[in-house]
């Protein structure tokens, strides 16, 4: 029963990023609502967040907080995350979040954006990747094991801008 409301939940969020017209969202706003989602660990973030817009579906605070839930849960001991900028030359824009958990084995890794590859039937980084596709951007898991988990976020440089 519980591997069909994790389906249920993941057919609602795809069919819900159909529905809506990409918007212009402000990253510290995003991470802002994060914060507020889940206070047990603090969420720290670069000032350089308050001028960047990102152009994506109302669902891109849940990716947010869908990486937040997985910091917590697998990261073990995770007492803080924190979230950085890198602008390319090329012009896309990389967004780092980095936690100071566990971080995940090798094998692990190598499959984390594919369903119920952790632990368990969720849909959950799945459902992260394909969230953000949907604007254009590509994430990958990058840290090492026993030093936290690094996911980075890229997107193309028509998808994001300075704002004000």
Known sequence: MENIGKFMEFAAWIYDCTLFQPEWQLLSDVFEKVREFDGRIPLDYNIRFNKIEILSDHS??????????????????????????????????????????????????????????????GFGLLLVKEVLSFSGAKITEKGKDGEGSLFEITFPAENWRHSG
């Open 60 to 121: 891109l605070v849940n990716v947010f907080e869908k990486l937040f839930e997985f910091s917590i849960k697998y990261g073990q001991v995770t007492t803080k995350v924190s979230v950085d900028l890198v602008e390319s030359e090329s012009g896309s824009f990389t967004i780092i979040w980095k936690d100071n958990g566990l971080g995940l084995l090798p094998e692990i890794r190598e499959k984390v954006f594919e369903k119920g590859r952790v632990t368990g039937p």
